[in-house]
């Protein structure tokens, strides 16, 4: 499944879609468009995972990559909408505890400063 | 019942005249654990060494995935290849290089992250084994079950869905040896992972094992799951079970020409 990254730009947040599997091959994709908004200091930065069906490591440290960049500058960097098998890679490795993560984007704008 | 992810059928290999796997016709199915168990000299590395194309058979096909991985093209097998992971005996670290070095490794060589990309998941892959923030330790200042759990991390590097372990956990002390087979166990449940462990430590086959396949001079004598063993008649199952040695018989005249060094030849 091949990988369709959008980016929606709202007032107050910008919400990047992506869409297929994140692997090995596919990640740096990702990278590449977390890293231009992350260069921009984009304040508030929601990944929606919801259309992911699968994600391996290198996807996970992708996203680890964007959220230390995101930290650097103070900004608010989450994760929404992930279904359950991604979930079970966060929590089982433990990243569920470094990642702010959301059922939806109404949930993620309602728990916090956007 | 679902599709084998791994179909080995008639095969066979020998040593020159000694033949060391007789007909093996075996499959693995997607999440299961399958320990392949034997005594020393079975056939059982060598069957690990043809799945994972290190040995070509005699004779025989091996599919994993569907793809013959016997008659395919190298670039072919390769494919297959990298999403299997393979935990050698030795553990098979390159002493020259760190241990996050030695993880990162095949990240490095076959897929195109950033770097900082593979520190990340060297450390993750690192975590995951209980060996966080070793990453600068050589592998001659580790022990032996740090150089097995470094060795697991990296045949975890680039995700696989198959894990090939090869005695695990020979040459560990018993409580670190139970420590690489909760590991074992931890990695299947997180990952799903079809693994398949090939051993000889009957107290391992009976923590980790979904199904066993026993191997006795080169043919599956046995298939089943672990009730199914403990329930077994067969002498030689039994023989196993109950870690009873074989039987001495000596030919008196061969024995009396060895001793006398008059060109006996075993």
């Not at chain 1, 369709?4 to 947040?13: E, L, P, S």
């Not at chain 2, 179909?7 to 199915?29: F, N």
């Not at chain 2, 799945?51 to 013959?68: A, F, H, N, S, W």
Request: glycine fraction near 6%; proline fraction near 4%.
């Amino acid at each position: 499944m091949s990988l369709n990254i959008k980016v929606q730009t709202k007032d107050q947040y910008v919400l990047l879609n992506i869409e297929g599997d994140v692997d090995l091959y596919s990640s740096p994709d990702v990278r590449e468009a977390l890293l231009k908004l992350t260069k921009k200091k984009t304040p508030t930065i929601l990944v929606n995972l919801e259309k992911v069906p699968y994600m391996d490591s290198s996807g996970v440290a992708t996203l680890i990559e964007g959220l230390q960049q995101c930290n650097k500058y103070q900004g608010r960097f989450s994760l929404v909408s992930l279904r359950d098998n991604v979930r079970e890679v966060f929590e089982l490795t433990r990243l569920d505890k470094i990642f702010e993560i959301h059922k939806d984007v109404n949930e993620a704008l309602a728990n916090g400063s956007v | 019942m679902p599709e084998p992810i791994i179909k080995i059928r008639d095969l066979h290999t020998s040593y020159g005249e000694l033949k060391v796997l007789k007909g093996i016709t075996l499959d693995v199915y997607a999440d299961e654990t399958l320990v392949i168990l034997g005594r020393s000299g079975c056939g059982k590395s060598t069957l690990l060494r043809h799945l994972i194309g290190l040995q070509k058979p005699t004779k025989g096909e091996i599919y994993i995935k569907d793809v013959d991985i016997v008659r395919a093209s190298e670039d072919g097998r390769e494919e297959v290849m990298k999403k299997i992971g393979m935990l050698f005996q030795g553990a098979a670290l390159f002493n020259s290089m760190s241990v996050g070095e030695n993880v990162a490794l095949p990240l490095v060589e076959h897929t195109p992250l950033e770097s900082s990309t593979i520190s990340i998941m060297t450390r993750m892959k690192l975590d995951l084994v209980g060996l966080a923030g070793f990453e600068n330790f050589m592998p001659s200042q580790l022990s032996g079950g740090m150089k097995k759990r470094a060795a697991m991390a990296r045949a975890l590097a680039m995700d696989p869905d198959i894990l090939f372990c090869d005695e695990p956990s020979a040459g560990l002390d018993p409580i670190v040896a139970v420590g690489i087979d909760h590991l074992i166990l931890k990695l299947k449940k997180a990952f799903k992972m079809t693994i398949v462990v090939v051993t000889h430590e009957l107290a391992s086959v009976f923590l980790i094992a979904d199904r066993i396949a026993l191997l006795h001079e080169g043919e599956v004598i046995f298939l089943g799951t672990k009730e199914e063993m403990k329930n077994s008649k067969d002498p030689r199952i039994c023989q196993f079970l109950e870690r009873r040695p074989d039987e001495e018989i000596i030919d008196r005249d061969k024995h009396l020409s060895a001793l006398v060094g008059e060109g006996y030849i075993s």
